[in-house]
């Protein structure tokens, strides 16, 4: 494991919810979806199931986004205004199943304020680790998801979104193509 567990759930999570916001398709349509999207990401804690509560988790998204193209000084920027304007106040708390982790906010608070604060002090990690490079774009060069690679050697191209079985169905043609010339 390079980074803590629940470091490393964190930045999975921000990237996927990043990539539920598609230059041409919406991932967060409506509550349903974000309900899907909470159970698939493990989330705990307060959830409402509204309209107000999508819209807040839908904002996050651009901001979120901007890291995986910011320079470290930038990062630095907004994770300190998220943490700032949350008004984040680590403390290790143990519930459910998990062990000993650290929440920054309160269960209750609302869920786009804990999933923004759960980034944050992931991405804060990734910079005192000096490890802002494992944020990246799919190489596919159709698709604009980002990634978090988390490989020992830093090996990821391609999203979870089967951009690398893609890729290879595309490098095949074009060697069959060439050997059929
Ligand atoms: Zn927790
Ligand atoms: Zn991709």
């Known amino acids: 494991m390079l980074f803590a567990h629940d470091t490393e759930c964190a930045l ?3 990237a996927a919810l990043v990539n539920t916001a598609g230059p041409d398709r919406e991932g967060l349509p409506d ?3 974000l309900d899907r999207f909470f159970t698939a990401y493990g989330w705990s804690g307060r959830h409402e199931h509204t ?4 819209r807040q988790v839908r904002a996050l998204r651009p901001r979120l986004r901007r890291i995986w193209d910011a320079d470290t000084d930038e990062v ?3 994770v300190n205004a998220l943490l700032r304007e949350s008004r984040a106040l680590p403390q290790l708390i143990r519930h459910d199943d998990e062990p000993y982790h650290l929440h920054a906010v309160p269960r209750d608070a ?3 304020t804990r999933m923004a604060v759960e980034a944050a002090m992931a991405l804060a990690d990734l910079v005192r680790m000096n ?3 494992r944020l990246r774009h799919c190489d596919h060069p159709d698709c604009d998801d980002v990634l978090v690679d988390l ?3 830093r090996s990821r191209r391609f999203c979870d979104g089967g951009c690398g079985n893609r890729a290879a169905v595309s490098a095949y043609r074009a060697r069959r193509a060439a050997s059929h010339s």
């Open 12 to 14: 999975v999570a921000a």
């Open 31 to 33: 509550v349903a979806a």
């Open 51 to 54: 309209d107000a509560e999508l």
């Open 76 to 78: 630095v920027e907004i």
């Open 110 to 112: 609302p869920l786009a």
């Open 131 to 133: 490890e802002l490079s």
């Open 151 to 153: 490989s020992k050697n």
